[in-house]
């Protein structure tokens, strides 16, 4: 499938789910992660679940990461350039939803794309080969070419698809993508 077909299928299949299934479909994406090799990084980049659009929900990741005594940084989006901007969360960060309700942080200590080590990536679908189909906007297709060293991690309820028919020599995959039975690795 192309990526706009892929769009349309996968906003459908999250409309489908309740929120006991979205909350314990992120719990096992959450335990999961536990089993990547990635723990030694320090910054870890996470998207805060946009919950009308039924994503995943991140809590329970960025509990472990507080766990682990992780730095974690948080996306905000700069609507008229299509860049986004990375904020350390602390216990003074305000949370606050953007025109496009999606939340994100007011202020803080802002975190240098050279710095993010790990980041989770949202999607709506992905493929074999590790490249996705996000929301169509660019904002981490842009965000991603900033910092090629960083371990690109996709978090998805459903399983990979074969090919994305239309991906392009320029799409930056992902390294892994967590899925609740499965973890994918692309070399």
Known sequence: M???DLRTTYKQKRKSLDQSTIDALSLKIANQALKLPIWNARFF?????????KEI???????????KDKNIVLPKSNISTGEMTHYL????????????NIPEP?????????????????????????????????????FLKHCPNAIKIGLSF???EAQIEDSKAYDIPLDYCITPNRIYHFE
């Open 45 to 53: 980049h996470i998207f805060l679940t946009i919950k009308h659009l």
């Open 57 to 67: 929900e991140t809590e329970p990741l960025m509990s472990i990461l507080f766990g």
């Open 158 to 160: 459903f399983e990979a």
């Open 89 to 100: 969360l602390t216990d003074d960060t305000v949370i606050k939803p953007n025109i496009w």
């Open 2 to 4: 192309n990526k706009k």
């Open 106 to 142: 007011e202020n803080g200590l802002q975190i240098e794309n050279e710095n993010i080590e790990i980041v989770f990536v949202p999607l709506l679908a992905f493929d074999e080969k590790g490249h996705r189909v996000g929301y169509g906007k660019g904002f981490y297709d842009t």
